[in-house]
């Protein structure tokens, strides 16, 4: 089992012919990942040629639309790899077909464009889940990828991970891949996302394969003070936590558009407060965090 994503999952790639689009689609391919085809307007009707991971080369359709994509190949999962300025009509062109699932890479999408390509996506009754943008995707270790998430950090596993940090998902990854992981996601850490903690948190409570969680955030916002409340009412599995920025100074943007601490809220010790008042072990580092996972993996 896995959340969002899977080996039955057919992924197609929203500006596959870009520089971006063509490296991540190889290793994706390289990954398992089953890619049907992708996207570009402008070189539609043409196709482009990979190597996949067991099967020798792949001829890749390119097509027109999402919409066009989805008739012809069945897929349910898009990557967009597209840069900024065209980003919300992008998402809004996967929106208006209803993929089920829409993994935003790029880095740098105006906050006011991911807000109203939200917005878009719920008044169309949230048919299309969107993970990102600014997020290095998703990864179901051993079965398919949707991102950028190195493929062979780890394998399959009994743990959920959800981060803010792509770095810091690879991190954690790589330190407890002698236990692996059933999914693990970047969220983003742009102030407005699509997909959040709590979404994860939930997927993962349901996801039987699951046994114990690992949640990454970072200073700036709410969503680790209200994740915290969502685990203490609705998640019984055990869950560990990091919060990244405890050395931020106050009123700076720190790394991501969303990482910003104004007054006490949105401290990484504020967040760190919450998680552990709702029984979240939450280390100082992330390899503390790793050892705290490790302790209750084995205990388990």
């Known amino acids: 089992m896995s959340i969002y994503l899977n080996k039955d999952s057919k992924v197609i790639v929203q500006g596959i012919t870009g520089g971006e689009g063509t490296k991540h ?3 994706m391919l390289k990954a398992g990942t089953h890619i049907v085809g992708g996207v570009n307007a402008r070189k539609a009707g043409t196709t482009v040629t990979h190597e996949t991971a067991h099967e020798g080369e792949v001829e890749l359709p390119v097509f027109g639309s999402v919409a066009e994509a989805m008739k012809e190949t069945g897929a349910d999962v898009s ?3 597209v840069p900024p300025k065209f980003t919300k009509d992008a998402m809004i062109e996967a929106i208006d077909a209803e993929i089920p699932l829409l993994v935003v890479i790029t880095e740098g999408v105006p906050v006011g464009d991911a807000a109203e390509a ?5 008044s169309k009754g949230n048919k299309t889940r969107i993970i990102g943008p600014n997020c290095p995707g998703i990864i179901t270790p051993d079965e398919a990828l949707a991102g950028i998430t190195p493929a062979n950090i780890t394998g399959k596993g009994p743990i959920g991970l959800v981060s803010k940090s792509g770095t810091l998902t690879y991190q ?4 407890l891949n002698d236990f692996g992981f059933s999914t693990a996601i970047g969220i983003g850490g742009d102030p407005v996302i699509g997909t959040t903690h709590i979404d ?5 409570e349901n996801d039987p394969e699951t046994k114990a969680i690992v949640m ?3 200073i700036g916002g709410d969503a ?3 994740a915290a409340e969502y685990i203490k009412a609705h998640v019984t599995k055990p869950v560990v936590g990091y919060v990244a920025g405890f050395t931020a100074p106050e009123g700076k943007t720190m790394g991501h558009a969303g990482a910003i601490v104004s007054g006490s809220a949105g401290t990484a010790s504020a967040k760190k407060e919450a998680l552990e008042a709702a029984g979240v072990k939450v280390g100082k580092t992330p390899s503390e965090t790793a050892q ?8 388990l």
């Not at 954690?172 to 330190?175: A, I, L, R, W």
């Not at 705290?292 to 205990?299: D, P, T």
């Open 224 to 226: 680790e003070e209200r």
């Open 216 to 218: 990454i955030g970072e």
């Open 172 to 175: 954690m990854m790589f330190e």
């Open 25 to 27: 689609t190889a290793l």
């Open 79 to 81: 990557v967009a790899f």
């Open 200 to 204: 994860a948190l939930e997927a993962f």
């Open 292 to 299: 705290l996972m490790r302790e209750i993996l084995q205990a």
């Open 118 to 122: 939200w917005a878009y996506a719920k």
